[in-house]
T-cell receptor, first 114, second 112 residues
Framework: EAQVTQNPRYLITVTGKKLTVTCSQNMNHEYMSWYRQDPGLGLRQIYYSMNVEVTDKGDVPEGYKVSRKEKRNFPLILESPSPNQTSLYFC?????????????FGPGTRLTVL | RKEVEQDPGPFNVPEGATVAFNCTYSNSASQSFFWYRQDCRKEPKLLMSVYSSGNEDGRFTAQLNRASQYISLLIRDSKLSDSATYLCVVNLMNTGFQKLVFGTGTRLLVSP
């Protein structure tokens, strides 16, 4: 089954404790992206990647890191999480950068930073 | 001004009603347009693309007005299962690759 998977789905952590949220897709998509969703603000892009070893900042990259060593995986790293990073996070992938291509989303990771 | 603006709702309608949502976007260079559906606490899923000539998919009709920079979604004969948040999404081409800009969504509640 074609899908985007994220782990963990739920995480409660404390300020400053490094964490990684994994994202994997099995559709051989070039483009992958991370979003956060907050009430009243909608989905905002954190980082995106056009292909292996090619990543760039989105609209809200501060406090996050990403890497793209393999085509299928795009982990999101919070080196020192803070309470303002409490949010619902979605990973997404699409077949390329061309306009009009659908993005496929993972099920989401609900993160709480205390 | 937000890049993509939607009325947050909620729109409360009875089953069988027709309901319309509008969305405006600020960047005239926007390339393509979509409506995504998001159920509570779940991932967004593509509902339909929006084409310049307008397009229909069953009970759903999407329209685009480039001159006025707005997009609409019409749902006819509403079902209980249509209850969800509808996200207006605009695709900006950024250095040759796409960037999707999401509206905050319009919530629809269909009641028996």
């Amino acid at each position: 089954e074609a899908q985007v998977t994220q782990n963990p789905r739920y995480l409660i952590t404390v300020t400053g404790k490094k964490l990684t949220v994994t994202c994997s897709q099995n559709m051989n998509h070039e483009y992958m992206s991370w979003y956060r969703q907050d009430p009243g603000l909608g989905l905002r892009q954190i980082y995106y990647s056009m292909n292996v070893e090619v990543t760039d900042k989105g609209d809200v990259p501060e406090g996050y890191k990403v890497s793209r060593k393999e085509k299928r995986n795009f982990p999101l790293i919070l080196e020192s999480p803070s309470p303002n990073q409490t949010s619902l996070y979605f990973c997404a992938s699409s077949p390329g950068g061309r306009a009009g291509s659908e993005q496929f989303f993972g099920p989401g990771t609900r993160l709480t930073v205390l | 001004r937000k890049e993509v603006e939607q009325d947050p709702g909620p729109f409360n309608v009875p089953e069988g009603a027709t309901v319309a949502f509008n969305c405006t976007y600020s960047n005239s260079a926007s390339q393509s347009f979509f409506w995504y559906r998001q159920d509570c606490r779940k991932e967004p899923k593509l509902l339909m693309s929006v084409y310049s000539s307008g397009n229909e998919d069953g009970r759903f009709t999407a329209q685009l007005n480039r001159a006025s920079q707005y997009i609409s979604l019409l749902i006819r004969d509403s079902k209980l299962s249509d209850s969800a948040t509808y996200l207006c999404v605009v695709n900006l081409m950024n250095t040759g690759f796409q960037k999707l800009v999401f509206g905050t969504g319009t919530r629809l509640l269909v009641s028996p």
